[in-house]
């Protein structure tokens, strides 16, 4: 089922085809090399609007999980992506107005307008990018991570209740657990991921995981030593 943080995300690639693509336009019809240009112009720049207009409105829909998402200090990137929003529908809004008054070929100062739009677009698609990517804001039920932090708590439990780590270990890996099995296969004999039968090194663990599925801050070294203990109990 589509939630709204995804419906940001389709609404703002309108604007970020269509205000590359004005600006594109204004700055052919400013050289002067392709006049048929005029008739497209009205177009594109409609869609510039309607893009930042979705993307506006979606945007303003979902700002509550960058609220109640990012912790402390770190809103201010949420709050920087709202304020340049504004600033870039403004500016988009001005540049498209102006130009629907005056047909003749645009002005230096428009040319700059929409230029300084196209990096604005830029800078928000990262911004928007750092806040889902780096910090999970509209990331879904805590998407694959939450199964990452389930399946770790519940590792230290039966360790801490004294179970040995190859047994832990071995429901860690499982489906029930952080779910390796799901990629390793049942008995770690490969699947999508490699084999892992006979044992692994943590440096390979974390080289491949450590900044994805598994951060070190879920998936500590004792965690992952429980289960290199019942992968070592594996036929290589
Ligand atoms: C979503 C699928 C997926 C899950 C879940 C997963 N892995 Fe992997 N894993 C892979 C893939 C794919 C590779 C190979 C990546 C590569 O070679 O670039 C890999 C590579 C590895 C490697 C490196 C192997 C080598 O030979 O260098 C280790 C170690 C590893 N996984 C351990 C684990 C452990 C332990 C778990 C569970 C805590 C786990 N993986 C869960 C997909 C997965």
Do not use: K, N
Request: proline residues 4%; contains cysteine; positive net charge.
């Amino acid at each position: 089922m589509p939630h709204l943080s995804e419906l940001h995300g389709a609404a703002t690639h309108l604007a970020v085809v269509a205000i590359p693509l004005y600006a594109v336009v204004l700055v052919l019809r400013r050289i002067g090399i392709a006049p048929w240009l005029a008739s497209a112009e009205p177009w594109v720049g409609a869609g510039a609007v309607v893009g930042i207009a979705l993307a506006g409105l979606t945007g303003l829909l979902v700002r509550g999980e960058a609220q109640t998402t990012l912790r402390g200090g770190d809103l201010r990137i949420g709050t920087i992506h709202f304020w340049l929003g504004i600033v870039l529908a403004l500016l988009v809004v001005a540049v498209v107005a102006w130009r629907s008054v005056r047909s003749r070929p645009p002005s230096i100062g428009l040319f700059g307008g929409a230029i300084l739009a196209l990096v604005l677009v830029f800078a928000q698609g990262y911004l928007g990018g750092r806040m889902t990517y780096q910090h999970a804001v509209g990331v879904f039920d805590g998407g694959q991570l939450s199964q990452s932090a389930a399946g770790a708590a519940q590792l230290d439990v039966a360790m801490s209740e004294g179970e040995s780590p190859a047994i832990a270990g071995r429901v860690a890996f499982s489906s029930a657990g952080l779910g390796c099995a799901r990629c390793h296969g049942d008995l770690a004999q490969g699947a999508r991921g490699p084999r892992l039968a006979g044992g692994v090194d943590l440096e390979g663990f974390r080289g491949v995981h450590g900044h994805g599925l598994f951060p070190r801050r879920i998936v500590s070294d004792t965690d992952f030593r429980a289960i290199d203990a019942f992968l070592r109990t594996l036929r290589r």
